[in-house]
């Protein structure tokens, strides 16, 4: 059984900044498509970013348009850890966050953002920014 844990989210204000954390024990996310999703109150979950390494070797990442220039995704390969960077947040960032696994052969830039490709969920963080 995967365990994915999230950790990072908290209460900021407008303009500030988060690192949220996926550690994958034992897990090797980096031969896997590791994503972050997120989920606002009374709406639909959503695909923020996305990294992995398809067949071609070459590192694949994808942002939601939302979030491009001010969120970035990383692996701590040792750690078996994933990151998402957030900076400049705004009110509409405020969700829950989640990360999520799967092999890397079932994403790419169309499928990466779609949750049934996932087979491994955490449990979510709540990120909330506010003044």
């Known amino acids: 059984q995967v365990q994915l844990v999230e950790s990072g989210g908290d209460s900021v204000q407008p303009g500030g ?16 498509c590791m994503t972050w999703f997120r989920q606002a109150p009374g709406k639909e979950r959503e695909g923020v970013a996305t990294i992995y390494t398809p067949r071609h070797w070459t590192r694949e990442i994808f942002y939601t348009a939302s979030v491009k220039g001010r969120f970035t995704i990383s692996l701590d390969i040792a750690k078996n850890t994933v990151y998402l960077q957030m900076a400049d947040l705004k009110p509409e960032d405020t969700a829950v966050y989640y990360c999520a696994a799967t092999g890397p052969w079932r994403c790419n830039s ?12 955490g449990q979510g963080t709540q990120v909330t920014v506010s003044t």
């Not at 953002?113 to 491994?120: E, F, I, L, N, P």
């Open 17 to 32: 900044s988060l690192r949220l954390s996926c550690a994958a024990p034992g897990y090797p996310v980096v031969s896997t």
């Open 110 to 121: 169309d499928s990466w953002s779609q949750q049934y490709v996932y087979d491994y969920w």
